[in-house]
């Protein structure tokens, strides 16, 4: 016998999390569960990502990403002041270390001032050396709403949330089959099968997955970023103050190497951001022939291929090559040296891309009968979830009633 729900969320990352979270508070009634294929929450993207609260600086106005950001940024300190969560607004200066980047550094100031950032100042070299001393830049702008946090942690406290107020979360539930009908749908795995009234997928990296259970020609499609990451040692952390960002590519949906002070103590230094032969591939070995064809057969893959083969190659060697990251690296602090730089972990970004060789630069929610797709949720996806999980839920409220 199937166990009867009102709503299961597929994912247990900060944004299905999150979702469970506003549901229950607008509806304490709902049988709800949350469906994690780990034996833990947060242990994709939420759980290795660099901890970083973002401001809604790069983001174009009146966007998912931009609005949410900003929302989401209030809602997440509220959050973590009521429940006692460590995390410090530290700012960051992004600099610009050569004339032609002035232009897009100008672009994002404006774009920060339209999102509504207070505080938000260009700095000249010499303002630039009494943030960060260490760094080498001609011009930049210092956002004092940028933050540091344990996103694991905040996960951990919702969690125990979702609990008390009644709802459940069943761990080692890897969604196999969907099957929807008029009287709701049906949920089920190798091991155990639940009924609910309707889906809200979460999945992350496989978001795209998931929605073509029932979708056969869905136009969006997963395609798997790592982020490798260096940590500085020990005596060459006094190098770096607290965040230090590049003048991102204006055609590229990732920020660039950056250095950042992490809210449990050290420097982490990264990441880049390699095409990965996995959806959860942490390592440069991990290989998946399956997700591998699935994404080089994607149209819109191709296309970005054509389009980004020079950077692609540059990721690839930097990833590689550690002088040629440690130079990625030197362009904002240069006395980082290689031999200060030990390797630590990774992160794989779900970057959703449409057939037309798109890659999304917003978050994507797609409704469908009997299910409410998220199907693009990158960055800044942590610090805008609480955000995300409240228009979410407000949908799914709407269709249960």
Not at 161 to 183: P, Q, S, W
Not at 278 to 306: C, H, M, Q
Not at 349 to 356: N, P, V, Y
Request: glycine fraction near 10%; include cysteine; charge should be neutral.
């Amino acid at each position: 016998m199937s166990t009867k729900y009102d709503l299961a969320i597929i994912g247990g990352g900060i944004v299905g999390l999150a979702t469970a979270y506003r549901l229950l508070l607008l509806k304490p009634e709902l049988k709800l569960v949350v469906l994690e294929k780990e034996s833990h929450v947060a242990a994709h993207q939420t759980g290795n990502n660099s901890g970083v609260i973002h401001s809604g600086l790069y983001y174009k106005p009146g966007s998912l990403k931009a609005i949410n950001c900003i929302k989401g940024y209030k809602m997440l300190l509220e959050f973590c002041d009521s429940n006692g969560i460590s995390y410090d607004l530290c700012g960051k200066i992004v600099v610009a270390t050569s004339e032609k980047e002035f232009s897009q550094l100008d672009m994002l100031y404006e774009r920060g001032k339209e999102n509504g950032l207070e505080g938000i100042l260009k700095i000249n070299e010499s303002e630039i050396k009494e943030r960060e001393p260490n760094c080498s830049g001609i011009k930049g702008l210092y956002v004092p709403q940028t933050g540091i946090i344990n996103y694991s942690k905040v996960c951990e406290v919702l969690v125990e949330k979702i609990k008390n107020m009644g709802g459940e979360i069943l761990l080692n539930f890897k969604v196999t089959k969907i099957d929807l009908n008029n009287d709701g749908c049906k949920v089920k795995s190798d091991i155990a099968e639940i009924q609910t009234r309707l889906i809200i997928n979460c999945a992350g990296l496989y978001s795209d997955k998931i929605a073509e259970l029932n979708e056969k020609n869905l136009d969006t499609r997963i395609i798997p970023f790592r982020g490798e990451y260096y940590t500085i040692k020990p005596e060459k952390q006094y190098l770096v103050k607290n965040l230090i960002y590049p003048v991102p590519d204006p055609n590229f949906p990732f920020l660039g190497v950056h250095f950042t002070r992490m809210v449990d103590g050290g420097v982490e230094a990264g990441p880049n951001a390699v095409f990965a032969f996995k959806r959860e591939g942490y390592k440069k070995t991990d290989i998946n022939f399956a997700d591998l064809w699935n994404s080089v057969s994607w149209p819109g893959f191709r296309k970005v291929g054509l389009k980004y083969w020079e950077t692609g190659i540059g990721e690839y060697y930097r990833s590689f090559s550690k002088s040629a990251f440690t130079k990625a690296l030197q362009k904002l602090v240069p006395a980082i040296q290689k031999d200060d730089l030990i390797p630590a972990g990774s992160g794989v970004r779900a970057q959703a891309c449409d057939r037309t060789g798109g890659l999304l630069d917003d978050f994507k929610i797609v409704e469908k009968p009997g299910i409410i797709n998220i199907l693009n949720a990158p960055s800044p996806a942590a610090t805008s979830s609480l955000s995300i999980g409240q228009i979410v839920a407000e949908l799914a409220i709407e269709r249960l009633s």
